[in-house]
């Protein structure tokens, strides 16, 4: 409460005009070049979303980044043999379309980045989660969204691997049993940049109709 | 494949340094202005964060803003309730301390926006969410965290309420039963704006010590 009364500098339409064209260009990548990205700004990127919104001030972001060359192989493995149980799931006439999409780039990406989930974290005493538990899961990917908006800010791409054993995951990296897997992120500087979903472009599905999300009670 | 080679104009350091600002003053919003949002700028908000990242370009969020007087009355309600259980489940020497926060700000804002994730959603086809189903639900988030910086850019405060019976708040908005719901937010120009969260200022917890977040392997 000794904080005097302050306020950010107003934003300006400039500012809100280069925002929208943040998220416009904010696009899963798949496609990485091989430059490395530099070890500082690679932490500058993940300090800069240490302060997302979280409940109870909960924090309980754990972000491991992966060097290990033999962890980034079992990856790559863990990803083909989910991807090829995936494909099965799909109807007969999508199944061959599906295995030549490109649905992920962990073998160019030059830094592999798993985000886990602490659930016990000390910070916040428990607060605000008593009736809503899973808004724990939702503030590590609150942080991974302002991550990705911070890297493409600097150039850099992201894309979210989901196609994962996610057990497997936790012990290639041998994490600890109270950390939940929320997200497998590559980085790096994309090979070609879009502003519309790769899944659009290779005809997988339509444009979406804006007008069927909103509604009011 | 058709779209031409292209990227966007890369961003500048000015920009990168609001874009940090921007995170430092996103803050958990509790005390708002009764000021009305203008029905054309809180559409724009909402639709600003339509093309967020999703599994599968799957699309799940649903937006609901609340505008029935009876309906935001029972919310209150619900908050009141669960946050009365919330307090009893603190240590004896924290509860005092928990009933005097101020932990959402229901009854002042003057948007009430409820968001739910639908959960058999036809955009993409189920794609990339066979082995972390739970990445549906993330997407609503990843939208929620565009939502917020989008909204502060035009000054206006988003608060997250997470201390409801999401069951109830169902039944109060007759939902459909294939939906689930991500957040109950509330929008509205804030009282004070703060680059610190209320949770440190108010004592409940020290701040952060952001080496406890970054792991190697």
Same mark, same amino acid.
């Given at each position: 409460?000794?904080?005097?009364?302050?306020?950010?500098?107003?934003?300006?339409?400039?500012?809100?005009?280069?925002?929208?064209?943040?998220?416009?260009?904010?696009?899963?990548?798949?496609?990485?070049?091989?430059?490395?990205?530099?070890?500082?700004?690679?932490?500058?990127?993940?300090?800069?979303?240490?302060?997302?919104?979280?409940?109870?001030?909960?924090?309980?972001?754990?972000?491991? !980044?992966?060097?290990?060359?033999?962890? @980034?192989?079992?990856?790559?493995?863990?990803? &083909?043999? *989910?991807?090829? %149980? +995936?494909?099965?799931?799909?109807?007969?006439?999508?199944?061959?379309?599906?295995?030549?999409?490109?649905?992920?780039?962990?073998?160019?990406?030059?830094?592999?980045?798993?985000?886990?989930?602490?659930?016990?974290? !000390?910070?916040?005493?428990?607060?605000? @989660?008593?009736?809503?538990?899973?808004?724990? &899961?939702? *503030?590590?990917? %609150? +942080?991974?969204?302002?991550?990705?908006?911070?890297?493409?800010?600097?150039?850099?791409?992201?894309?979210?691997?989901?196609?994962?054993?996610?057990?497997?995951?936790?012990?290639?990296?041998?994490?600890?049993?109270?950390?939940?897997?929320?997200?497998?992120?590559?980085?790096?500087?994309?090979?070609?940049?879009?502003?519309?979903?790769? %899944?659009?472009?290779?005809?997988?599905?339509?444009?979406?109709?804006?007008?069927?999300?909103?509604?009011?009670?």
């Amino acid at each position: 409460m000794t904080e005097p009364h302050s306020s950010p500098k107003p934003f300006d339409h400039l500012f809100v005009s280069q925002l929208n064209e943040l998220f416009r260009w904010r696009r899963d990548v798949r496609r990485f070049q091989t430059r490395p990205i530099d070890e500082s700004l690679l932490t500058e990127l993940i300090y800069s979303c240490l302060n997302a919104p979280s409940v109870g001030n909960s924090q309980p972001w754990r972000f491991v !980044v992966v060097k290990d060359q033999r962890a @980034r192989h079992a990856v790559c493995k863990n990803f &083909e043999k *989910s991807n090829d %149980l +995936a494909a099965l799931a799909n109807a007969d006439d999508s199944k061959e379309h599906y295995k030549k999409l490109k649905l992920a780039g962990l073998k160019e990406a030059p830094v592999h980045l798993a985000v886990y989930c602490d659930k016990n974290p !000390v910070e916040g005493k428990g607060l605000g @989660r008593q009736s809503m538990p899973e808004t724990l &899961e939702y *503030s590590v990917v %609150l +942080a991974i969204g302002q991550l990705w908006y911070s890297a493409l800010a600097h150039g850099i791409g992201l894309g979210w691997v989901s196609i994962l054993d996610p057990d497997e995951i936790n012990a290639t990296l041998d994490t600890p049993d109270n950390w939940r897997l929320i997200a497998y992120l590559c980085m790096g500087y994309p090979e070609e940049q879009h502003s519309d979903p790769e %899944l659009v472009r290779e005809n997988w599905q339509g444009p979406t109709d804006y007008d069927t999300k909103l509604f009011y009670r």
